[in-house]
């Protein structure tokens, strides 16, 4: 026969003050991991989520990013006539200096500036303009000096709401206007300002563009493609779209790897925060135990029941801690991404249905793993003796 | 028998709560211990970077937006008497990697004739002195990448820049520092590169910038003047095609290690979850053994010690649990970053190593946090009635 549910949370009722610590010790472990966990993991959904399968991106040989790459209007002409392409955009990438929103450190970040063409719209099929005017209105009205931002640069920047207005340029004093908001997906475009090409080529100086995208027709054509683009007649650099950004991610991997190890060290010490506690719970009730095996209930049952009680415990500790993390969604965080270049990729932390579940997984684990040598002792009560002692 | 006696013995009653809790406190510790040497390094880096002296003079918007290298005589010439300034440096970015190998450093091209002086903690003097003025393509490296390439002294290497022209270039190593702000960087002559540009320039026929630089670094003799001459270096370049900003290394620093995702924040956030967590452990280990010692404590008010002597008492137990796990889990941090030192590579960081002092103030920090984790406890024996407390059965 198992023991009912209610002794087990009436007796972590009786304990209010442990009971409340330990639940406030596996939240506060639990936040941190969801924290983290979310942290990297919206790192990960930004840079994946960018790359279409079908892209090409074409650098410059030796260059290792967008920014420090040139193309010159010859090698463009050569690309647009690459077999199997379905569209292909030259663009050209250079950085604003913009202030976080809140930062009175007078730091600031370099934030990647794309001037782009209406092909960049075809080639960057995710890109969706959701607030202000429309790509195509955007594309077709040149005259004004207007730009789009992406949903993350708007969240992590100053200045950049509709109708905001800010400075771009070599000198930093040509002004353009927010005209729209767009989305990518949550990729990495959202951490950029996309101005008309020739207006950024002008204000910045720019004689050659940076970097083109060619889409294939097919994920397939990739491969030929990429030989095209490599072989005597382009002699460029090509590499999937996924592979560029994968690269680009480089420099997070210390971050990652410092992370990992936290959590590690922190899912641990709660482990030993829990077991010491249900260690005292088992403690003092060693008579309590010896009773209900006197009068019939089994080992077993005793041992799923001392589990069981450590499971609630992480259960709401897990609960809560998951519960102040998801508020962090709301929170975003720029950090260079990139090998040798310095622009600035804005994530927003991914607090997400499978982060959770992985979190309340973590709650529960240790909640077993830090109740499995005290239950085994309460199950192995020597009823006699436990029944005599005073 | 003092109380010392007694809070010790109190520890070893229950070995195996004293144990689980101090593996519990000594695991967070340990992760602090490692925060703080984090945070000790950037600010040594900052520190010495203020000691230097220098105002590093951008281009207004972008350190990426180049500047004419005339620019450093009109500074010069802001000072004649040289009051203010002892010697002005250009340096130009190369962005330069060994092919074929992961590895990340910054490369720069500097003046010839002012690095020795505005880069002094460089030590290049004697004989590296004079090689670096003799051999056009005399390069200096820090220690860090020397090892990490195996480079030696005297050696001719080659560097392939990730910038446009993206130049092949070979250097003659005329030394291997040790010293200076950045353990990792290289430098070399920037009439060489200077050189290289030109050539592309004409080779292509377009403009590389040959002859325009990232930073003009100002090696200043007064600290308390920096400021001054800060501002009115950008006064003098306002309204001019080429408008500069201007901030001292280490400001400069700062914001560069900001933007490698904001370690310093981070490590604060790391801290005080750490620390949150050690007092949770520890008050519930306190509070647990005071619940099953609440007749004993009655018997002590009894025999007469007051209840503040009482509260002492706990909280002296609190204090040592968290010391001792303070102990286990800080000393082989502090022992494995002080032999053998992280490498990282962020900014002017490059190995993370822990000092005496870092140590000396994480012990701090834990008796401070000792205090609110004995505090519940101490309270209520502050406040227990003996007669009541033993008249309760346990």
């Known amino acids: 026969m198992a023991l009912p549910l209610s002794y087990n949370w009436k007796n972590l009722a009786v304990r209010k003050v442990s009971t409340g610590l330990t639940v406030a010790g596996v939240a506060v472990v639990i936040f941190v991991f969801t924290a983290l966990s979310a942290f990297v993991s919206g790192m990960e959904r930004t840079l994946r989520v960018t790359a279409d399968a079908a892209n090409v991106t074409v650098l410059k040989q030796g260059a290792t990013a967008e920014s420090n790459s040139a193309l010159t209007n010859e090698e463009i002409i050569a690309l647009e006539a690459a077999p199997g392409r379905a569209a292909a955009a030259a663009e050209v990438v250079t950085i604003a200096a913009l202030t976080r929103k809140g930062d009175k450190t007078g730091s600031w970040a370099n934030v990647p500036v794309r001037g782009v063409t209406a092909e960049s719209f075809a080639v960057h099929g995710r890109v969706r303009v959701v607030e202000g005017v429309s790509a195509e209105q955007f594309i077709a009205d040149t005259g004004k000096w207007s730009v789009l931002v992406g949903r993350g640069a708007a969240r992590q920047y100053e200045g950049l709401e509709i109708g905001g207005k800010i400075r771009l340029g070599f000198a930093g004093n040509d002004e353009f206007t927010v005209a729209g908001i767009f989305e990518a997906g949550g990729g990495v475009f959202e951490s950029e300002i996309w101005g008309y090409r020739s207006h950024i080529m002008q204000v910045y100086n720019r004689r050659m563009y940076s970097s083109a995208t060619v889409k294939a027709s097919s994920p397939e054509a990739v491969k030929a493609l990429i030989a095209y683009v490599e072989g005597p007649s382009v002699q460029l650099t090509g590499m999937s779209e996924k592979d560029y950004f994968e690269k680009q991610t480089e420099s997070t991997k210390p971050f990652l790897f410092l992370s990992y190890g936290l959590l590690i060290f922190m899912g641990i010490a709660a482990g030993f925060a829990v077991a010491n506690n249900m260690f005292a719970m088992v403690a003092g009730r060693m008579r309590e135990i010896a009773m209900l095996r006197a009068v019939g209930f089994s080992k077993r049952s005793i041992l799923v029941s001392f589990l069981i009680e450590s499971l609630m415990l992480a259960l709401v500790g897990g609960v809560l801690g998951c519960a102040a993390a998801i508020p962090l969604q709301f929170m975003s965080q720029d950090m260079i991404g990139g090998n040798n270049t310095f622009t600035a990729v804005v994530f927003t932390f991914d607090v997400g249905p499978r982060i959770l579940a992985t979190s309340m997984t973590l709650a529960l684990v240790l909640g077993v793993a830090g109740a499995v040598f005290p239950a085994l002792r309460a199950a192995r009560t020597p009823v006699v003796t436990a029944l005599r002692q005073v | 028998m003092n109380s010392f006696t007694l809070v010790r013995k109190n520890l070893l009653r229950n070995k195996l709560r004293t144990v689980l809790t101090l593996a519990a406190v000594a695991l967070p510790m340990a992760m602090f211990a490692g925060a703080s040497a984090v945070r000790q390094t950037m600010d040594d880096a900052f520190a010495r970077a203020a000691r230097e002296l220098r105002l590093g003079v951008i281009q207004k918007v972008s350190l990426i937006n180049l500047l004419p290298q005339s620019m450093r005589r009109e500074i010069e010439a802001m000072d004649p008497a040289r009051t203010l300034i002892t010697a002005v440096c250009a340096v130009r970015w190369f962005g330069g990697q060994v092919p074929d190998v992961q590895y990340a450093f910054p490369s720069l091209a500097a003046d010839a004739d002012t690095f020795p002086i505005v880069y002094s903690d460089y030590g290049l003097e004697g004989r590296s002195l004079a090689d670096w003025h003799k051999y056009k393509n005399a390069a200096i490296v820090g220690i860090t990448t020397a090892q990490r390439l195996g480079w030696n002294e005297d050696q001719e290497v080659e560097l392939k820049s990730t910038v446009p022209p993206y130049l092949s270039l070979r250097f003659r190593l005329v030394k291997v520092t040790s010293t200076g702000m950045n353990p990792a960087v290289f430098y070399f002559r920037r009439d060489y590169l200077d050189d290289a540009l030109e050539e592309a320039e004409k080779k292509q026929g377009r403009s590389y910038g040959s002859g325009r630089v990232n930073i003009h670094w100002i090696k200043c003799r007064d600290a308390s003047r920096m400021t001054e001459l800060g501002e009115k270096v950008d006064r003098r370049f306002a309204n001019t095609p080429d408008e500069t900003k201007t901030q001292d290394e ?58 503040s002597w009482v509260s002492r008492l706990v909280i002296l137990e609190s204090l040592m649990l968290v010391m001792i796990g303070a102990t286990i889990g800080m000393i082989p941090t502090y022992l494995v970053l002080r032999y053998l030192p992280l490498a990282i590579s962020v900014g002017p960081l490059t190995r993370i190593t822990m000092s005496p002092d870092a140590l000396g103030v994480g012990f701090v920090i834990a008796a401070v946090i000792a205090v609110p984790a004995g505090a519940v406890p101490a309270y209520q024996a502050l406040r227990l009635r003996a007669a009541d407390a033993l008249r309760k059965v346990a």
């Open chain 2, 250 to 307: 280490s400001t400069f620093f700062a914001s560069f290690i900001k933007a490698m995702g904001d370690i310093p924040t981070t490590v604060q956030y790391i801290s005080a979850a750490v620390g949150i967590a050690v007092v949770m452990v520890v008050a519930n280990t306190m509070s647990l053994g005071f619940r099953e010692r609440t007749r004993e404590t009655a018997v002590l008010r009894a025999l007469g010690f007051p209840g």
